[in-house]
T-cell receptor
Framework: AQTVTQSQPEMSVQEAETVTLSCTYD???????LFWYKQPPSRQMILVIR??????QNATENRFSVNFQKAAKSFSLKISDSQLGDAAMYFC????????????FGTGTSLTVIP | GAVVSQHPSWVICKSGTSVKIECRSL??????MFWYRQFPKQSLMLMAT?????????EQGVEKDKFLINHASLTLSTLTVTSAHPEDSSFYIC????????????FGPGTRLTVL
């Protein structure tokens, strides 16, 4: 099974500053999807950003962007101009494009935003 | 965006009783639904995958006779925790996937189960 690793259990960032959350994954496949999900205290999972492995261009959604390094199997999330509402657990997830529907989630990073 | 609801959001039951949790896709047809379990400050652990009209596929270590999953329609899946015990207390999250281009899953708000 694929594994997704988030090596930072906790991170903090000053409001309006930039923070980068790390994610690495292990796979032998060449075609897959990567996601970052946010889980605020309400526990509702919210999709932040997604990346198709076949695309070389890094995905961007407003203040959120990724640094996708396919050869290194790295998929980090950058949050710019951090806001108090960004405080949450962030999960990195992997899904194969070919085998099944299953998502593999990382262990999560708890992000604190300091006013 | 696509909306997935769960009911109830919170349930307390006595040990030995059964509890049913519903997961509904409100504005799309969910060809596949997933059930996850999440312990405090931990990641989501996939319990089972269900396709409409088919038997659910359970992950290794998940007791299929204890966690009954039914996906009878394209908008509804249910998880029944049978003969619940305190160790079954957890946060249960469903997600649904339709015929979308990006293969993402849409998550329900979760159900907190407490077994006394």
């Amino acid at each position: 099974a694929q594994t997704v690793t988030q090596s930072q259990p906790e991170m903090s960032v000053q409001e309006a500053e930039t923070v980068t959350l790390s994610c690495t994954y292990d796979t032998s496949e060449s075609d897959y999807y990567l996601f970052w999900y946010k889980q605020p205290p309400s526990r509702q999972m919210i999709l932040v950003i997604r990346q198709e492995a076949y695309k070389q261009q890094n995905a961007t959604e407003n203040r959120f962007s990724v640094n996708f390094q396919k050869a290194a199997k790295s998929f980090s999330l950058k949050i710019s101009d951090s806001q108090l509402g960004d405080a949450a657990m962030y999960f990195c997830a992997y899904r194969s494009a070919n085998t099944g529907n299953q998502f593999y989630f990382g262990t999560g990073t708890s992000l604190t935003v300091i006013p | 965006g696509a909306v997935v609801s769960q009911h109830p959001s919170w349930v307390i039951c006595k040990s030995g009783t059964s509890v049913k949790i519903e997961c509904r896709s409100l504005d799309f047809q969910a060809t596949t639904m997933f059930w996850y379990r999440q312990f405090p400050k931990q990641s989501l652990m996939l319990m089972a995958t269900s396709n409409e009209g088919s038997k659910a596929t359970y992950e290794q270590g998940v007791e299929k006779d204890k966690f009954l999953i039914n996906h009878a329609s394209l908008t509804l899946s249910t998880l029944t925790v049978t003969s619940a015990h305190p160790e079954d207390s957890s946060f249960y999250i469903c997600s649904a996937r339709g015929r979308f281009a990006y293969n993402e899953q849409f998550f329900g708000p979760g159900t907190r189960l407490t077994v006394l």
